[in-house]
Nanobody, 123 residues
Framework: DVQLVESGGGSVQNGGSLRLSCTASDDTFSRSCMGWFRQAPGKEREGVAVVYTDGVTIYYADSVKGRFTISRDNAKDTVYLQMNSLKPEDTAMYYC????????????????WGQGTQVTVSS
């Protein structure tokens, strides 16, 4: 399976921005549906954004629409999450994830995970 490595987390103030990156270990990336998830302390993990292999078909959680942008660069085996207008409630561990090849791109089918990167937004 592909290995995923996230970077770009950190601490920002309310209204700030961060850009997360996730690089895959092999060239199957371009054929994998990719997504970002997050988990806050004491809460269940939730899907944030997903991008299909075409780079155009994209879905967002309602809580981040208009503020977050997911994109991918298949040539660099990398998926990004640009996060603007960050709020304290966005504080969480953010995980990059992939759907195994040949599996439908659905929230419940993400089963390949990175190690996570922490995002903290202070008020």
């Amino acid at each position: 399976d592909v290995q995923l490595v996230e970077s770009g987390g950190g601490s920002v103030q309310n209204g700030g921005s961060l850009r997360l990156s996730c690089t895959a270990s092999d060239d199957t990336f371009s054929r994998s549906c990719m997504g970002w998830f997050r988990q806050a302390p004491g809460k269940e993990r939730e899907g944030v954004a997903v991008v299909y292999t075409d780079g155009v078909t994209i879905y967002y959680a309602d809580s981040v629409k208009g503020r977050f942008t997911i994109s991918r660069d298949n040539a660099k085996d990398t998926v990004y999450l640009q996060m603007n207008s960050l709020k304290p409630e966005d504080t969480a561990m953010y995980y990059c994830a992939a759907v195994p090849l040949g599996t439908l791109c659905r929230w419940e089918n993400f089963s390949i995970w990175g190690q996570g990167t922490q995002v903290t937004v202070s008020s």
